[in-house]
């Protein structure tokens, strides 16, 4: 894809989101990174904070920024738990957070996304214990966080409702600590309503990843290829006046382009965008 096929509207677009982009793709489409001035959210796999070296990516958060492109960065989550009852599984997590953490400490992101891992399906029965094992987990890394003036915010996967990232977020009470609203896995895995995750999480929201689908998997369809309810979303963010990082979570460029577009003609997007300059 060149350019000359984003027309200006998708460009606004573009310049007020940031695209998840896994370690792994980003020689591959780093021309068009460039050439499209793209903020990337840049997501590390336990093979990727193994295989790189910080040389690597500093280079390439470097090329990004000159461009005037923003960061932010996505650790791993695959059998990671920093909840979890055993303590052997607490020690990987904790070990692979310390590794993205070192990559933080070089190229600076803005936000640090981690997904706080708790499954009602497996968790429900020893959820004080998850909790206070997660804390302990988080800790260091907040203070981390807090050293680097980055934030460290927690995603939604499987959880229910808000209540557990609120019980973390409200007991260790650290600016540099916030929740990211992931509108795929809530739709999909969430039997509680997108309105009540807003109303409850709204204060400590800091990320939005924006992706679609129909509630029966977590697809990651294009923007407005689903059934989410984005005007609620963005009439939601305009009426508290906040303004949290949006991040895309296109699966291939086309639906990168197709989810562009899709923003680009939503008008509740149109007015958050508004928005953003009036608080600008």
């Not at 027309?7 to 606004?12: E, F, S, T």
């Not at 070089?106 to 959820?127: I, K, Y």
């Amino acid at each position: 894809m060149k350019s000359r096929e984003i027309d200006p509207a998708m460009r606004a677009v573009l310049r007020q989101v940031l695209v998840n982009m896994p370690w792994s793709y980003v020689g591959r489409f780093m021309d068009l990174v460039v050439e499209n001035r793209m903020n990337i959210e840049l997501g590390f796999a336990a093979a990727d904070l193994e295989s790189c070296s910080p040389g690597e990516v500093c280079a390439a958060v470097a090329r990004i920024r000159e461009r005037g492109g923003r960061i932010s960065f996505h650790g791993p989550f695959w059998d990671l738990n920093p909840g979890s009852v055993d303590p052997a599984i607490r020690e990987v997590t904790r070990s692979r957070l310390d590794s993205l953490f070192q990559l933080a400490e070089r190229a600076l992101p803005e936000q640090v996304v981690f997904h706080a891992g708790f499954d009602p399906r497996h968790h429900r029965g020893h959820r004080p214990e998850w909790i206070e094992n997660c804390l302990a987990t988080l800790g260091p890394f907040v203070r981390r966080a807090e050293m680097l003036n980055c934030t460290l915010v927690l995603e939604n996967v499987f959880e229910d409702g808000p209540e557990l990232h609120l019980e973390l977020l409200e007991r260790i009470k650290s600016p540099r600590l916030g929740f990211c609203l992931d509108l795929g896995h809530q739709h999909a895995f969430s039997q509680t309503a997108l309105d009540k995750w807003l109303l409850a999480a709204w204060p400590y929201l800091k990320e939005v990843h924006l992706h679609d689908n129909d509630r029966s998997f977590d697809a990651h369809l294009p923007v407005g290829a689903g059934t989410i309810d984005f005007d609620l979303l963005f009439g939601f963010l305009i009426e508290k006046r906040i303004f949290p990082l949006l991040t895309v979570e296109p699966h291939t460029v086309e639906h990168l382009f197709e989810t562009l577009a899709g923003l680009a003609r939503m008008a509740a997007f149109n007015d958050f965008l508004e928005a953003c300059r009036q608080n600008a």
